[in-house]
């Protein structure tokens, strides 16, 4: 079975230092990783795929099979970036998504 | 345009009663999605539709959930003789391709708190 953890529900970063979030999975297929985010009072909205190869509001992730792993990065936090994060997969072919637990995030100004 | 609606945002309801939870999707999208998220949790796979063609239902947790998109656009979620269990942020989805993966668009959700 599928499985994503994220082993950290509660992160706070000072202003301008640098992020990571983790994230590894479990899953004998190819998959498809994501990250999505919620921030306050907003729905939960796709924020970057591994397949895209893209930097996000200055958030990238790569997707590492031997560690399974795909932690997502930042270099210098913004308060904007205070939000709740999850991490996600689906095999390719497939839609259905399996979350992480999430991480609340919160930088400190 | 208009995102992903759902109605009612927020239900009350009494031990045993039965609820409908409905999902607007985004028009002309395929594919749509159930979650549930339970308070802590991440949204957890309920259920998907490809057009009226309910593709995958093995998230659901009992034989009291049931779901239809009879025309292949609004979308309804049932929970019969609800229990306290089922109290959680159910989230709707929806997406334009029916094949591959394409990108989720998520509604607010419906907290649903049951008696």
């Known amino acids: 079975a599928q499985r994503v953890t994220q082993p950290e529900k509660l992160l706070s970063v000072f202003k301008g230092a640098p992020v990571e979030l983790k994230c590894n999975y479990s899953?004998?297929?190819?998959?498809?990783l994501f990250w999505y985010v919620q921030y306050s009072r907003q729905r939960l909205q796709l924020l970057l795929r591994?397949?895209s190869r893209e930097s996000i509001k200055g958030f990238t992730a790569d997707l590492n099979k031997g560690e399974t792993s795909f932690h997502l990065k930042k270099p210098f936090a913004q308060e904007e970036d205070s939000a709740m994060y999850y991490c996600?997969?689906?095999?390719?072919?497939?839609?259905?998504?399996?979350f992480g637990t999430g991480t609340r995030l919160t930088i400190i100004p | 345009g208009a995102g992903v609606s759902q109605s009612p945002r927020y239900k009350v309801a009494k031990r045993g009663q039965d609820v409908a939870l409905r999902c607007d999707p985004i028009s002309g999208h395929v594919s749509l999605f159930w979650y549930q998220q339970a308070l802590g949790q991440g949204p957890e796979f309920l259920t998907y539709f490809q057009n009226e063609a309910q593709l995958d239902k093995s998230g659901l947790p009992s034989d009291r959930f049931f779901a239809e998109r009879p025309e292949g656009s609004v979308s309804t979620l049932k929970i019969q003789r609800t229990q306290q269990e089922d109290s959680a942020v159910y989230l709707c989805?929806?997406?334009?391709?029916?094949?591959?993966?394409?990108?989720?668009?998520f509604g607010p959700g419906t907290r649903l708190t049951v008696l």
């Open positions: 899953y004998s297929g190819s998959p498809e």
């Open positions: 591994h397949i």
């Open positions: 996600a997969l689906s095999d390719f072919g497939n839609e259905k998504l399996t």
């Open positions: 989805a929806s997406s334009s391709s029916g094949t591959g993966t394409s990108e989720q668009f």
